[in-house]
């Protein structure tokens, strides 16, 4: 086999056989390989023929094409069949030659797996890879991170097929060492389901509180679209609340149970171990929890009724500020985490710069990461979203609106977990003083686990002999 590969794609499935497609598109000749020989003579087949892509029966085959140092990118399946192929592969490669992991590996099998092959001389880099299937196919949203020293050689490849940002910036860039860049794809995901459950509420909303069909509610959110909320989630939904079925709207005869891989709850689980709130992503997997068993939910609906109450005193108006508000919270919360956890793992992560990488080809793609940009160029130690004026600002002007629409949702018995949530984290925030006096107390009382005082400065702690009996 001729020895002039510039990249070879392990795993043919929808998102390694699309971005093998867009690799070729973009120059590189590409060889390719899976498991299953049927689905590389498939795709050689399809789309594949006549782009020059050279196909590999073993992965012998596949090292043997490609010139050094070799660059792989693995696109299997997270877990334990990566740590398989890398078995296989290892023996095959030669020091310096560099794989990448582009599947959704969690951050800590990433940061592992990058410290057992740097000791054997190979170079790995975990990439977040966002944008589905036309993403991967015509631009990504890609956030690599491990070893740096492998950068220069693919930094050019990966770039060149990436989305490309609105200012003609690629949405691709270095984010830092070991589990960087799926720790930064972690919290995308994460984001991506607030954003997924805030708009879901506002669906709710007005279908149930103003007693709104589909069809009106597609053409709120084509108009909302238009402005501040514009981003490639509302726009998908707006057309799927437009799409019927002999003559009925789809959207009614799909079950409301909804499914999640996982790296939701990973960002909430990470939140946890950082001591960074992330509540709302939190409720939106929790909120997938409750969907998740229907017959259980008519058997409770069967006995305590699933009536629901017109909203009166909420309108459209007032829940697009209170989307928009519950995503400001949701996008602080997240930023918090990356924050965190840049500083606990020394990845000097650049906020603006992992903003700036989605504001194009990623799911949660939006107008709104302009502004997130900016304000992190602006100030790059800036603590927290809603401290910067623009989206303080914003959330001012959003708050008779959101107490409006979490409280009329509440009168009406319409959940809005999301929306309550991310009022409870803005009303947590601006409090001067909160109950946590009390849970100290509370605590040192049954425990002696002692307390600070306001007082003395923080660090201090002390015991009180609150009982004698």
């Avoid at 860049?181 to 919290?187: A, D, I, N, S």
């Avoid at 509370?442 to 400065?457: K, N, V, W």
Wanted: glycine share 10%.
């Amino acid at each position: 086999m001729t020895t002039n590969a510039d990249i070879g794609v392990i795993g043919l499935a929808v998102m390694g056989a699309n971005l093998a497609l867009n690799l070729a598109d973009s120059a590189n000749r590409v060889a390719v390989y899976n498991r299953t020989t049927e689905v590389t003579e498939e795709f050689m087949r399809g789309e594949a023929k006549g782009k020059g892509i050279i196909p590999a029966e073993t992965l012998e085959s596949l090292v043997g094409s490609l010139s050094t140092p070799r660059v792989i990118l693995m696109m299997v399946k997270a877990g334990p069949p990566v740590d398989y192929v890398l078995d296989d592969l290892k023996p095959l490669l030669d020091e310096g030659d560099i794989v990448i992991d582009g599947g959704n590996s969690r951050f800590t099998d990433t940061a592992r797996r990058y410290e057992e092959l740097s000791k054997e001389g190979l170079r790995f880099i975990g990439m977040g890879v966002s944008g589905g299937e036309e993403g991967a196919r015509h631009g990504p949203s890609l956030m690599p991170g491990g070893d740096q020293s492998a950068w220069p050689h693919v930094e050019g490849m990966l770039k060149g097929i990436a989305a490309v940002a609105p200012d003609g910036k690629p949405c691709c860039d270095w984010l830092g060492p070991g589990g960087a860049g799926h720790f930064v794809k972690m919290v995308h995901n994460g984001i991506e389901y607030g954003d997924m459950q805030v708009i879901a509420e506002a669906y709710d909303l007005m279908r149930r509180g103003l007693g709104m069909e589909p069809a009106e509610i597609a053409e709120i959110f084509s108009k909302w679209n238009e402005g501040r909320l514009q981003s490639y989630l509302i726009e998908i939904t707006s057309e799927i609340l437009a799409v019927t079925e002999d003559g009925e709207p789809l959207i009614d005869q799909i079950l409301d149970a909804a499914g999640q891989k996982g790296t939701g709850a990973w960002t909430v689980v990470s939140s946890m171990e950082l001591g960074e709130p992330t509540t709302l992503v939190a409720e939106a997997v929790y909120a997938r929890v409750v969907s998740s068993e229907p017959d259980r939910r008519q058997r409770v609906a069967d006995i305590f009724g699933d009536e629901t109450e017109p909203m009166r005193e909420a309108g459209i108006a007032d829940i697009e500020a209170s989307l928009y508000a519950s995503k400001i919270v949701s996008y602080s919360q997240g930023f918090r985490l990356l924050d965190r956890a840049s500083r606990e793992n020394e990845w000097d992560l650049d906020l603006g710069l992992v903003a700036s990488l989605w504001r194009a080809g990623c799911i949660i793609r939006a107008r709104f990461l302009e502004d997130i940009t900016d304000a992190y160029r602006a100030h790059p130690d800036l603590p927290e979203l809603i401290e910067e004026e623009f989206f303080s600002d914003a959330l001012t002007q959003a708050e008779s609106s959101w107490r409006t629409v979490v409280g009329a949702a509440v009168a009406s018995g319409i959940p809005a977990p999301a929306y309550s949530t991310a009022l409870a984290y803005f009303d947590g925030m601006r409090s001067r003083r909160l109950p946590a006096d009390l849970i100290q107390a509370q605590r040192d009382f049954f425990g002696a686990h002692t307390f600070e005082r306001i007082d003395s400065p923080r660090g201090d702690f002390f015991h009180h002999e609150w009982s004698e009996g």
